[in-house]
């Protein structure tokens, strides 16, 4: 089955850093890869997203890459914000099927003023 | 348009006591999950179901059990709850996996066996 591997656990940055969360995954068929922020006390939600034909996508201060060969994807944050702060979730499925995705054990990032 | 809805948000139970953890989405997603989180070990996939009347185990299924009589509920039902299960559990669902825009997770419900 698939395995997902995230670092680092835990990330603390200053305000207006950057942040760059990785993960890598194991099953070459993997084509679909989510990006999950979950803030305390409240469910995951997606945030970005990211399949297998494109190498990169952003929306604002958020991007995710993705390298198909390594077999690793990537979350970055510019310019940090104190409501940042939260714990990031990766995941890797397929499309289609009935494939459940795997997610990464998580990162919270601590973004500090 | 309420999403995924879980019911309750916090409950304790003595050892042994058995309850059900309710999940509702109006989305009519195809896919619903319950996940665990416990610190240090992110999301573990209790059951999954593809469809009303299908489900399968995920990687922690022990002590659990579901089912899926219709789209829109998928229950999880503890059976004789032990401290081991004390955790915060989440319900997700999606149109179908990896296809659309991912899951939509509830809010959770923190439950503690004592």
């Known amino acids: 089955g698939e395995n997902v591997e995230q670092h680092p656990s835990t990330l603390s940055v200053q305000e207006g850093d950057s942040a760059v969360i990785k993960c890598t995954y194991s099953?070459?068929?993997?084509?679909?890869f989510p990006w999950y922020k979950q803030e305390l006390g409240k469910g995951p939600q997606l945030i970005i997203d990211?399949?297998?034909?494109?190498g990169e996508k952003k929306d604002q201060r958020i991007a995710v890459t993705l390298n198909k060969t390594a077999k690793h994807f990537s979350l970055h944050i510019t310019e940090t914000q104190p409501e940042d702060s939260a714990v990031y979730f990766c995941?890797?499925?397929?499309?289609?099927?009935?494939?459940?995705?795997?997610f990464g054990r998580g990162t919270s990032l601590i973004v500090h003023p | 348009n309420a999403g995924v809805t879980q019911t309750p948000k916090f409950q304790v139970l003595k050892t042994g006591q058995s309850m059900t953890l309710q999940c509702a989405q109006d989305?009519?997603?195809?896919?619903m999950s319950w996940y665990r989180q416990d610190p240090g070990m992110g999301l573990r996939l209790i059951h999954y179901?593809?469809?009303?009347?299908?489900?399968d185990q995920g990687e922690v299924p022990n002590g659990y059990n579901v089912s899926r009589s219709t789209t829109e509920d998928f229950p999880l039902r503890l059976l004789s709850a032990a401290p081991s299960q004390t955790s915060v559990y989440f319900c997700?669902?999606?149109?179908?996996?990896?296809?659309?825009?991912?899951?939509?997770f509830g809010s959770g419900t923190r439950l503690t066996v004592v």
């Open positions: 997700a669902s999606s149109y179908r996996a990896g296809v659309s825009d991912g899951y939509t």
């Open positions: 179901s593809v469809g009303a009347g299908i489900t």
């Open positions: 990211i399949r297998s034909n494109v």
């Open positions: 995941a890797a499925s397929r499309r289609g099927g009935s494939y459940i995705p795997t």
């Open positions: 099953d070459s068929a993997s084509n679909y």
């Open positions: 989305m009519n997603h195809e896919y």
